[in-house]
């Protein structure tokens, strides 16, 4: 589990002391019931479809993950390697639950999943990535999403 | 993945985040964020576990329906019961490491140990329908050759256009890496990421390769190479010394 604790102490002092940006304001965005909300993942996993460019090094940009992607074409390409990978190569879900997510469509708990899910890199300084954050939200609203769930790793 | 939430909410888009790391998600101040006790790499749980990994996203995804924010975290309750050892796992059998630690013996026993484990990477195929590899674009046998070339300091230059040497070096190593935890969660039992780490580096020749490999690269004089191999193929709490 990632209680800091259970990490080596050089490991959880780097992550608990990590840099993360100062905001000074907390944006708050409310909407309907969950069942009439449309529904997308972003990941911070590095993931690609099987045949695209992996990501590099600290690439601040995001790739595009169809909905009717199937499990064997996701790979993982974050550049960290101090997090678990065999859970994902078990079960996808683990870090990037589609199917939990078409569960949830196909049952009416939500409203419906985006046609579209995407991925960045995690590790990458959050300021550069800003930029992209910025323009994947006019995707989102041309998807006509309105509820997000990040998934890091 | 906190500021990540933040651009986008501000935006116009609701976000609810998943937290591994709560410290970090306090600093950031998210709009909203599930907080779970589960190992770096699994925010949702336990593979091939649907209850569970329903319970957790729909957890977060009611945090939408709350008028009480911004900020809220919230705690997830459970555990990861696939984080606990399986004693009725047991790994692929792989021969025992030579006493000789030359570059040239390790190289030779890591391609002799690759094709030992096709068997059960077959089985993990025919159970599970896909791999994870694939970083690379290289065949098995042409990613494996890659690392052993590496090992035997023979610096081999890339076999990818538009990749450096060092990126094709990291990718193959997550190859090889991918395709012995395949096979080594081929066979009964549901091993925890401890049980396949353990084996993969204290009993693999491959395991062996990638710690010599590191220790070679870390005296290049090639800073690109030092930075991959000092950050990017042995994992910060396997490297000898910490553990």
Known sequence: MTRLTSLPPAQAQRLAALECPNFETTPWVTGPALSRRRVAIVSSAGLVVRGENPFRGRDPDYRAIPVDTKPEELLVSHISINFDRTGFQEDCNVVFPLDRLNELGADGVIGSVAQTHYSFMGATDPVQMEPHARELAGRLKHDQVDAVILSPV | ?243
């Not at chain 2, 009611?62 to 924010?69: H, I, K, T, V």
């Not at chain 2, 970083?135 to 990613?143: F, H, K, Q, V």
């Not at chain 2, 580096?201 to 290049?220: F, V």
């Open chain 2, 1 to 243: 993945m906190s500021a990540l939430g933040h651009y986008l909410e501000e935006e116009g888009i609701a976000t609810v985040a998943i937290s591994l790391i709560r410290p970090q998600t306090e600093n950031t101040k998210p709009p909203r964020a599930l907080w779970v006790p589960f190992e770096l790499g699994r925010p949702f749980g336990p593979p091939n576990d649907p209850a569970f990994q329903k319970r957790v996203i729909l957890t977060a995804l009611r945090l939408l329906e709350r008028d009480s924010g911004p900020v809220i975290i919230e705690d997830f309750p459970d555990d990861d019961p696939r984080a606990q050892p399986d004693p009725a796992w047991h790994p692929p059998f792989v021969p025992a490491a030579a006493a000789d630690s030359s570059a040239e013996t390790l190289a030779a026993q890591l391609e002799r140990e690759i094709p030992l484990l096709l068997g059960a990477h077959d089985r993990w195929l025919a159970r599970h329908g896909r791999t994870t590899i694939g970083l690379s674009g290289l065949s098995m046998a042409d990613y494996g050759r890659y690392v052993a070339d590496w090992v035997r300091e023979k610096a081999p230059p890339s076999p990818r256009d538009g990749f450096s040497a060092p990126l094709m070096l990291r990718f193959s190593v997550d190859d090889l890496k991918a395709y012995y935890l395949e096979a080594g969660a081929a066979g009964t039992g549901k091993p925890s990421s401890l049980q396949l780490g353990d084996w993969f580096w204290n009993e693999t020749a491959a395991g062996a390769a990638i710690y010599a490999l590191r220790k070679t690269c870390l005296a290049s004089q090639d800073e690109r190479l030092k930075l991959i191999a000092g950050n990017f193929m042995v994992p910060a709490a396997r490297v000898r010394g910490t553990v």
